[in-house]
């Protein structure tokens, strides 16, 4: 079977929302190191690999909102695509106490590969996808461990990250401050402007409105679990953006 660096779903939903999960697998491609980063099974299990849940949300938000959805289809350790080219953990060599040993002496011709063979494709997909609609609203779905090495637990349910773009995220966090149960973050756990990434590439160069979701990833393991938080989390979105001046 031909490798695909992605895999799109939907992609004839009428939805002015465009889905995307940039970590959304833990996939090492046969051509990286033989289909081996040199980690063990629970390294590449865990939130260092990729985002756990992240993909079952979009799924079913693609679904609720009738939207596309692109996932990625290879490890955030082999190439981070919510980076830009130029970004110096583009390619991880120590993420959160585990050294990657299949990246810790990858050249540039290792980079180059890496950046044709998945990171390119993906980000082509994407930008055909957002260019639709004129309209196109993206929607980037991420998951967060609940707690890094050395660090105190974080106490947020969900996240919401904005660069100077807030036309749409200061309502969905607004809205979702209203939910009693909530812990929510705002540029929580992270910050949410990082140059050429992919919200900066897709989003914010294009002026077209956006937000960036985050869920906690021990909330949503299990697919009974990942569909409960799309279906609260797609209302919410719908008012959210139907608060947006275009």
């Given at each position: 079977?031909?490798?695909?660096p992605y895999q799109i779903i939907g992609a004839d939903r009428p939805s002015r929302w465009l889905v995307t999960c940039d970590h959304a697998a833990n996939t090492v491609p046969d051509f990286v190191n033989g289909g081996s980063l040199g980690l063990a099974a629970g390294d590449m299990n865990r939130?260092?690999?990729?985002?756990?849940g992240a993909a079952g949300?979009?799924?079913?938000?693609?679904?609720?909102?009738?939207?596309?959805v692109i996932l990625s289809n290879f490890s955030r350790l082999v190439i981070d695509p919510n980076r830009g080219e130029d970004d110096p953990t583009l390619l991880m060599r120590l993420y959160d106490?585990?050294?990657?040993p299949a990246n810790r002496h990858a050249d540039q011709a290792e980079l180059e590969k890496r950046l044709n063979r998945c990171y390119r494709p993906y980000h082509t997909a994407l930008a055909q996808l957002a260019a639709r609609r004129d309209d196109t609203v993206i929607l980037s779905i991420h998951s967060f461990t609940r707690q890094l090495q050395g660090r105190a637990p974080r106490p947020w349910q969900v996240g919401i990250l904005y660069a100077a773009d807030t036309r749409l995220?200061?309502?969905l966090i607004?809205?979702?401050?209203?939910?009693?149960?909530l812990c929510v973050g705002e540029n929580e756990p992270y910050g949410g402007h990082l140059p050429g990434d992919a919200i900066a590439r897709h989003a914010i160069a294009m002026q077209?409105?956006?937000t960036l979701v985050e869920v906690r990833n021990d909330l949503i393991e299990t697919p009974d679990q990942q569909r409960a938080w799309a279906q609260r989390l797609a209302p919410i979105l719908t008012a959210a953006l139907a608060e947006c001046v275009d």
């Open positions: 079977m031909t490798y695909e939130h260092i690999a990729y985002d756990v949300v979009s799924k079913a938000l693609g679904e609720l909102l009738d939207a596309p106490g585990s050294i990657i995220s200061k309502p607004r809205l979702l401050n209203q939910e009693p149960d077209r409105h956006n």
